[in-house]
């Protein structure tokens, strides 16, 4: 299975963002993750949600971002709202049971 990002782009903080993570094969019941690298950091976890749609995120962006899936479609989209600067990254999806990650998408939050 291959994932592939899509929908990031430059805003201005306090502007919302979507993005899409398409998943060439099923997506199963496996946990689905973004992640994110800033310019100099590690990579870190954003949100994620498992098979039963509980979802898990990351403490700075708990409130203004919601993961959703969809396995029909097999695919998962991250809402951001309230983007902030220190959301400037590349963001990654990520396939738990495959381990597989997709190439990233950038967000850019600079006024």
């Known amino acids: 299975v291959q994932l592939v990002e899509g929908g990031g782009g430059l805003v201005q903080p306090g502007e919302s963002l979507t993005l899409t993570c398409i998943a060439s094969?099923?997506?199963?019941?496996?946990?689905m993750g973004w992640y994110r690298q800033a310019p100099g950091k590690q990579r870190e976890f954003v949100a994620r949600?498992?098979?039963?749609?509980?979802?898990d995120y990351s403490e700075s962006v708990k409130g203004r971002f919601t993961i959703a899936r969809n396995d029909a479609q097999n695919t998962i989209n991250l809402n951001m709202n309230s983007l902030k600067p220190d959301d400037t990254a590349l963001y990654y999806c990520?396939?738990?049971?495959?381990?597989?990650w997709g190439q990233g998408t950038q967000v850019t939050v600079s006024s």
């Open positions: 990520h396939l738990a049971y495959t381990d597989t």
């Open positions: 094969g099923s997506i199963g019941t496996s946990d």
């Open positions: 949600i498992d098979s039963n749609l509980r979802a």
